[in-house]
């Protein structure tokens, strides 16, 4: 692979007009793309296999009619303080409002709460569903203003008035203050870790690239393959953070080839044979994990991977491609400004032994404090991990939101005048085809329900035209993310076994709420086998490009403790609360059910980075002479510094998204940042380096059998020969006394 891709860069560095030309062609047409399509509709989660997608498969089949509805929106009128909303003066306000949106544009029909009974006990809060014929994403600008400004009017008139439901209901945008701050943070620190604007502007540029072209993309084809705009903010989230790290890495070995005297061709060729291989491992590690998101059988989730591993396969390839192109248009210029105000040729790396770099200090202190190291490292993350043990896992709703939207506010409402499990009511299917009295069974099963404690209310039922399917609706008296209706909802399930039984009906039960019940106890399922599947899978590749077995193990073993460190933050602050106000978070809960495995595909991938980035230098040092202690150094000598940025660029990134008002993009966003930090300076720079401190010449052994089978990658580049052998000049003192010099 190493020759392939020497050839390659050397090629895009010659023809650097022809690739420039092609991306910037790719680029146009991508956001032509998404400019020119429609916009995509939000879908609501589904779960395969579930009880609960089997009751509204069934009903997709016995009640086609409802198939047609659109949109719908929720009034919730409040009188003022010491009035009654159904008093005549409050009254007559409600029936005005109403009535001017009754027969509006894409009204299809109203309700009247004083009919319905859909008044509070105390009489002080009402509501009124109004239903539209297109969905929410098809409603015009004008019918959302008529709702907002008949509300506005009700306000007026000395009402509260909220508005719910799906009509208004938007989703987060990406690009925001935050987001651009975190890009602000990753351009000084590119330009600290260069010390060229060139160079730090040349990898921001492609990351740019690649992302523009993946956004582009992943819009275009929202409305055909049914992506959602949180697929959009994965794939940007993603393509940025690992397209400025991918540069970097090639960019810093092309001005190391170019200090050991390389022409920039050659150079070229040499650094995207060498860092080009290993972004091409930590790019398919990073898509393998992403796309393996699809086992757990959530479309929404599956689509999320494949969005993610696009946008980092475009961020490959700009890499391999783009990068060495932009390094013959920028020529010396990549260069370190000091480099080139002395007009040489090439520089080198001072490394005179009383002036070491950080990196050299650091990996110095780690040889002579391994167990140390190990344990605070060890321990201090296993207690930041103590929290994930309380992880709960859910998914958000209007109560999730800021009280700052007037969706929040008419949770509060609904949820103050009708109950806390009004807002999350749930649904029986009876399915009487098999049934000898359609009535009698239904009627057994309104009452069965009606008896399990926990139930509110259950509404009468309704039949469909073939009368061989009955559908009611059930109201809890908790709130549809606690944990006693998730009792319920089991418990509900074990009372109609009975009944099925006697009367060979099916009854199911569904609705939001189940469906986020289903899917959350679906995730906690599928987390410990998928998370065995990852580090299977890491353990394999990293064997294959390591040829060893410790190492492997000791990279899983870190990557367990970051991700247990990263659920720990996310219990801590979406759960229980801590630093909420800091990022903004006005209601705690559980954690978004989909992020446990989001993360572990994430995190994986990009553990694996920095794994590779900074294990491969010293295993590179240690075949070519140098003992386990000098290879240690040698790889943070060389590395160190330029993973360091890469981990404080993309915790930036992540981070600027935590920001965001989307509570799945918000919780995405922390849990990433966290599981950064952790991995890259905890376990990668201080376990990783302690535990092969410890392990010696036992961390590079791979047997016999094992060498012969697995298959060669050269990651480290050693088919296109050196200029000089690598080594590494440790003072004795440094090196443990286990770690014995190879001659």
Avoid at 112 to 137: C, L, M, Q
Avoid at 267 to 286: D, I, M
Avoid at 542 to 557: D, E, G, N, T
Avoid at 674 to 701: C, E, K, N, Q
């Amino acid at each position: 692979m190493a020759k392939f891709l020497y050839r390659l860069g050397r090629w895009a560095f010659r023809r650097r007009r022809l690739v420039g030309a092609v991306w910037l062609g790719a680029l146009v047409l991508a956001v032509a793309a998404a400019a020119l399509a429609p916009s995509g509709e939000e879908e609501d989660l589904s779960m395969p296999g579930t009880e609960s997608q089997k009751a509204f498969d069934l009903l997709d089949e016995r009640f086609p009619e409802s198939n047609a509805q659109g949109a719908e929106a929720r009034l919730v009128f409040r009188a003022p303080d010491g009035q009654r909303v159904t008093a005549r003066e409050n009254r007559a306000v409600v029936e005005h409002t109403l009535g001017s949106l009754h027969g509006g544009g894409q009204v299809a029909s109203t309700t009247d709460p004083y009919e319905t009974g859909a008044v509070s006990e105390d009489g002080t809060i009402a509501y009124s569903t109004v239903a539209y014929t297109a969905d929410a994403v098809d409603l015009t600008e004008a019918t959302k203003s008529a709702l907002e400004d008949t509300a506005t009017q009700a306000r007026d008139a000395g009402l509260t008035v909220e508005i719910g439901g799906s009509a208004l209901d938007t989703e987060e945008e990406p690009g925001g203050t935050t987001e651009l701050i975190g890009v602000l943070v990753a351009a000084v620190v590119l330009v600290l870790a260069l010390g060229s604007l060139v160079a730090a502007g040349l990898s921001l540029l492609t990351a740019f690239s690649g992302v523009g072209i993946a956004f582009g993309l992943v819009s275009a084809l929202a409305v055909p393959l049914g992506l959602s705009s949180t697929v959009a903010i994965l794939a940007l989230m993603l393509g940025l953070a690992v397209g400025i790290d991918y540069a970097l890495f090639i960019t810093s070995r092309f001005r190391d080839e170019r200090a050991q005297g390389s022409e920039p061709e050659e150079a070229a060729g040499r650094a995207v044979g060498t860092a080009g291989s290993a972004v091409v491992f930590a790019g398919a590690t990073v898509s393998i994990a992403l796309v393996g998101l699809g086992v757990v059988g959530i479309p929404e989730l599956t689509r999320m991977g494949m969005g993610g591993a696009g946008a980092v396969a475009l961020a490959v390839l700009v890499a391999l491609t783009l990068v060495p192109a932009l390094f013959g248009f920028f020529g010396r210029r990549v260069l370190p400004r000091a480099v080139r105000k002395r007009g040489e040729r090439t520089h080198r790396v001072p490394t005179a032994a009383g002036r070491p770099g950080l990196g050299t200090r650091w990996a110095r202190f780690v040889l002579r404090w391994p167990v140390a190291v190990l344990l605070i490292a060890g321990l201090g993350l296993g207690a930041v991990a103590l929290p994930a043990l309380r992880l709960e896992l859910g998914l958000p709703g209007d109560e999730s939101k800021s009280v700052k939207t007037t969706e929040r506010r008419a949770y509060d409402l609904l949820s103050e005048g009708f109950g806390p499990g009004f807002n999350g009511p749930l649904t029986v299917v009876v399915d009487t085809s098999e049934s000898a009295d359609t009535r009698a069974t239904t009627d057994q099963a309104v009452k069965t329900v009606r008896g399990v404690d926990g139930v509110a209310s259950v509404g009468d039922p309704a039949f469909n035209r073939a009368k061989d399917t009955a559908v009611f609706t059930v109201v809890p008296k908790t709130a549809p993310n606690s944990g006693e209706t998730k009792d319920l909802v089991h418990a509900i399930r074990g009372a109609v076994s009975g009944a099925e039984a006697d009367t060979g009906a099916g009854i199911l039960v569904t609705g939001t709420t189940a469906m986020n019940i289903d899917i959350s106890e679906a995730m906690s399922d599928a987390l410990i086998p998928y998370l065995i599947v990852v580090i299977g899978l890491a353990m394999l590749l990293l064997m294959v490009v390591f040829r060893s077995i410790l190492v492997p193990v000791k990279a899983a073993l870190g990557f367990l403790l970051s991700v247990g460190a990263a659920f720990g933050v996310l219990v801590a602050v979406f759960q229980w609360g801590w630093a909420a106000d800091l990022l903004g978070i006005e209601q705690t809960g559980p954690v978004m059910s989909l992020m446990p495995i989001i993360i572990i595909g994430i995190v994986f991938g990009l553990a694996m980075d920095y794994e590779v980035f900074l294990v491969s230098r010293m295993r590179e040092a240690y075949v070519h002479g140098a003992s386990p202690g000098e290879a240690i150094v040698s790889g943070f000598r060389h590395s160190g510094r330029v993973v360091a940025a890469a981990a404080i660029i993309m915790i930036s990134v992540f981070a600027g998204f935590a920001g965001m008002n989307s509570p799945t993009i918000q919780t995405m966003g922390v849990g990433l940042a966290a599981a950064v930090l952790f991995d890259a300076f905890v376990v990668r720079m201080a376990i990783v380096p302690a535990v092969l401190a410890l392990l010696g010449h036992r961390a590079w052994w791979l047997p016999r059998i094992l060498n012969r089978m697995l298959p060669n990658v050269d990651i480290e580049g050693e088919a296109l020969g050196r200029h000089a052998p690598v080594s590494a000049t440790v003072p004795d003192a440094a090196v443990p006394p286990f770690a014995v010099r190879r001659h």
